[in-house]
């Protein structure tokens, strides 16, 4: 999960580094869930500051809400 969310805020269009944690959180939601981590585990494993954990968890909250468009993250 770390590797995903390092590549997706690496690879992010120009301004859009954390619309791309939000997708992160909001695709893999259940997965984070069911693996027992911690958005601050994850993040803190993918070398990203800290502060990033917030809007993991915000996807993760998101997640019952939104439906994702095809293409929308590329993993």
């Known amino acids: 999960m770390a590797h995903i969310l390092s590549y997706l805020y690496r690879t992010a269009p120009d301004k859009k580094a954390t ?3 939000n997708l992160f ?3 893999y939601a ?6 027992g981590a911690t958005a601050a585990e994850i993040v ?3 070398d990203l500051e800290d502060t990033y954990a917030t ?3 915000k996807g993760i909250r998101l997640a019952p ?3 994702l468009k095809p293409g929308a993250v590329f993993f």
């Open 65 to 67: 809400y939104v439906t």
């Open 30 to 35: 259940d997965e984070i869930r069911q693996s």
């Open 25 to 27: 959180g909001i695709k």
């Open 19 to 21: 619309a791309m944690i």
């Open 44 to 46: 803190r494993l993918s």
């Open 55 to 57: 809007e993991v968890t």
